[in-house]
């Protein structure tokens, strides 16, 4: 298997649950992100990781929680979310290095009802 | 003031039209530029990188202008294909933090 894959494509959770979306990547990166695509507005970066540590959390609600575990494997948790919530979440890889582009999952579908 | 700006659109063409996109981006300090595709539910895809010196690939041009903080796309001959929504991209306080423009969508018509 190649490329960035993540896990489930599409989520419906009410605002009480628990849920974890997670990302893999086959690349050989040292640098993994998650995006957060609403609908008519642009990608917002959330969390990115470099070499498995945390390098940036754009003020995101504590309610997401990420979790790198190794250079491979992203994830992130889910807990009492929003309506407002409710967007695309895309994974993405890259090298950390100067010009080189970042590959993103299909994206997980999420919807809190 | 967003960090990547970018014509809003829509553009409405017709197959074989020329069509450029504008970008301007307000961190100084980025040093790495993109343009990026995405299609209608999919997940964005590169298209190219933009280097200060310019570059070509086949029917698409991308200009970078540091000094203006300005990047440019142009595509030559379009294609029904080329139909999508295309992202500006700068990095932003590293080499790899990518922040994304709202994107302009493009719509080539027969």
């Known amino acids: 298997e190649t490329g960035v894959t993540q896990t489930p494509r599409h989520l419906v959770m009410g605002m009480t649950n628990k849920k974890s979306l997670k990302c893999e990547q086959h690349?050989?990166?040292?640098?993994m992100y998650w995006y957060k695509q609403s609908a008519k507005k642009p990608l917002e970066l959330m969390f990115v990781?470099?070499?498995?540590?945390?390098?940036e959390n754009n003020s995101v609600p504590s309610r997401f929680s990420p979790e790198c575990p190794n250079s491979s494997h992203l994830f992130l948790h889910l807990h009492t979310l929003q309506p407002e919530d409710s967007a695309l979440y895309l994974c993405?890889?890259?090298?950390?290095?100067?010009?080189?582009?970042?590959?993103f999952g299909q994206g997980t579908r999420l919807t809190v009802v | 003031r967003k960090e990547v700006e970018q014509d809003p659109g829509p553009f409405n063409v017709p197959e074989g039209a020329t069509v450029a996109f504008n970008c301007t981006y307000s961190?100084?300090?980025?040093?790495?530029f993109f343009w990026y595709r995405q299609d209608c539910r999919k997940e964005p895809k590169l298209l190219m990188s933009?280097?200060?010196s310019g570059n070509e690939d086949g029917r698409f041009t991308a200009q970078l202008n540091r000094a203006s903080q300005y990047i440019s796309l142009l595509i030559r001959d379009s294609k029904l294909s080329d139909s999508a929504t295309y992202l500006c991209?700068?990095?932003?306080?590293?080499?790899?933090?990518?922040?994304f423009g709202a994107g302009t969508r493009l719509a080539v018509h027969p």
């Open positions: 961190n100084s300090a980025s040093q790495s």
């Open positions: 991209v700068a990095s932003s306080g590293g080499y790899n933090k990518l922040i």
């Open positions: 690349l050989g990166h040292n640098a």
């Open positions: 993405a890889s890259s090298q950390v290095a100067q010009n080189t582009e970042a590959f």
């Open positions: 933009v280097y200060s």
């Open positions: 990781y470099n070499f498995k540590e945390q390098t």
